[in-house]
């Protein structure tokens, strides 16, 4: 499958993301790819739970930049991306997700949508769209926001900054700190949770996101995401980070 390798073990599935040239920014292709996977694997009996990883040395460095350029409002408020992201919030599966390197923006979303978190010791982790005059769009500002408290998630979202691994983990953004690669730890997680009881897993996945995600807030953030793609804002944030320099932004 394009830009994934699926590696299946006895009772669960490994999915890593396979752009490193890209640092495994998650396009749409890849993301039609990791939804379509997982809309499979949620209805394969012999699989309890996926492990997500990246490869050669990163989770994912946020989305495809090159896809969001030039789109507008309209087209972002069609924009497929949001029935994939739904597609991965709706495995009712355990999910776990094996940081290592950069999760940022739609890849720290993507880490945040998981129900366990394992860091590497490398893991940096930040939603940073501000910098580029946008918001998250894929439910990071709530999550972050269960998981981290307002203070905290106002820190990373409003300034942008990046955090590290035990910063993360602290926070209770992550459940697990590895010594070196998340990879391992979480292999070894993975295949303890496909040997327990899978409706109880299925069902306790489900409470707890019921408890725990309010529709309103996420609908909220993704209107204000849409909205913000017709600004001049934006296009000086995305100029200025390919240009490397910082960006003049003027409230339009």
Do not use: C
């Not at 694997?41 to 996926?50: I, K």
């Not at 995401?225 to 409230?251: C, H, N, Q, V, W």
């Amino acid at each position: 499958m394009e830009n994934l390798i699926l590696t299946p073990h006895p009772g669960w599935l490994h999915i890593a993301l396979n752009r490193p040239a890209a640092k495994n920014a998650l396009n749409t292709a890849t993301l039609a790819a990791l939804a379509e996977t997982l809309t499979q694997a949620a209805t394969d009996p012999t699989l309890r739970a996926v492990l997500i990883s990246g490869t050669e040395g990163h989770f994912a460095a946020g989305a495809d930049i090159t896809e969001i350029e030039t789109k507008t409002s309209a087209q972002a408020a069609q924009d497929p991306r949001k029935a994939h992201w739904a597609a991965v919030r709706a495995f009712p599966k355990p999910l776990i997700a094996a940081v290592d390197g950069f999760a940022l923006g739609g890849g720290l979303e993507l880490a945040l949508m998981a129900d366990l978190i394992v860091l590497g010791e490398t893991a940096k982790l930040g939603l940073p769209e501000t910098n580029l005059g946008l918001i998250p769009g894929a439910g990071g500002t709530q999550r972050l926001l269960a998981l981290a408290g307002r203070a905290r998630a106002s820190r990373m979202i409003l300034t942008g900054e990046i955090i590290d691994a035990q910063t993360a983990h602290a926070w209770g953004i992550a459940a697990y700190l590895a010594a070196g690669s998340a990879l391992s730890d979480a292999i070894t997680l993975t295949s303890k949770i496909a040997l327990r009881a899978p409706l109880a897993l299925q069902a306790a996945k489900a409470a707890l996101i019921a408890g725990d995600e309010a529709p309103r807030a996420f609908t909220l953030e993704r209107a204000n995401f849409e909205s913000l793609m017709d600004t001049a804002d934006k296009a000086e944030g995305i100029a200025a980070f390919r240009e490397k320099r910082k960006p003049s932004f003027t409230g339009t």
